[in-house]
């Protein structure tokens, strides 16, 4: 039972240290954006950030999760660990390439004139760059480079959903995602 006993996790102020990184990445990266105001993308099917548009939007993304969870739970029986590993790698460089493309060309049109080729191809560059260097960490080896990875995708996905998505729309998302979660540890139970 003492082994046992020792095996438990025990919270300390250390943890939370991902997290305040992460707030303070979040932060540091959102003013620049606040400053420029950015044009707002259109990440969700149905606009407005009314209850009614909010909870259509939570329906269609909670069904995409659970449909999406499915698929990989039934590779996941089938053996295709590996096809997952690349689908997720690939998911993510192509997440990290998306969201440094937006946060770059929205800066850089603040600055210059993005209608010439030139600085088309400037962004693009960029993040590509951005897009490699967080693959790199986030796949390489060491804890500390790995946080710093997973900090910087959080901190320009939050910066990027938080400039695109309605408040309304983010509470019932996050309320719907609540349900769906608690819905699943029930069927795991």
């Known amino acids: 039972m003492a082994e046992s006993e020792s095996k438990v996790f025990k919270p300390r102020p250390k943890h939370l240290l991902p997290v305040v990184l992460g707030l303070l990445a979040t932060g540091i990266l959102a003013y620049p954006i606040s400053l420029v105001r950015a044009p707002q993308a259109q990440v969700t099917p149905f606009v407005g950030d009314t209850v009614t ?33 690349r689908l997720v790698k690939g998911a993510l460089v192509l997440v990290s390439f998306a969201v440094a493309f937006w946060y770059s060309t929205s800066i850089l049109a603040s600055v210059v004139d993005l209608s ?11 993040s590509l760059g951005i897009a490699a260097a967080i693959g790199l960490t986030i796949f390489g080896k060491g804890q500390i480079r790995q946080l710093s990875g997973v900090t910087a995708l959080g901190a ?9 998505i309605g408040p309304v729309t983010a509470l019932v998302l996050v309320g719907a995602l609540a349900i769906f979660r608690g819905q699943c540890t029930l069927m795991v139970s």
């Open 53 to 85: 548009s909010a909870s259509l939007n939570a329906v269609v993304f909670v069904f995409a999760l659970g449909a999406s969870a499915t698929v990989m739970f039934l590779l996941i029986r089938r053996g295709r660990m590996r096809f997952i590993r």
């Open 116 to 126: 010439t080729d030139l600085w088309t191809i400037v962004s693009l560059i960029l």
């Open 156 to 164: 320009l996905t939050g910066v990027f959903l938080g400039y695109s």
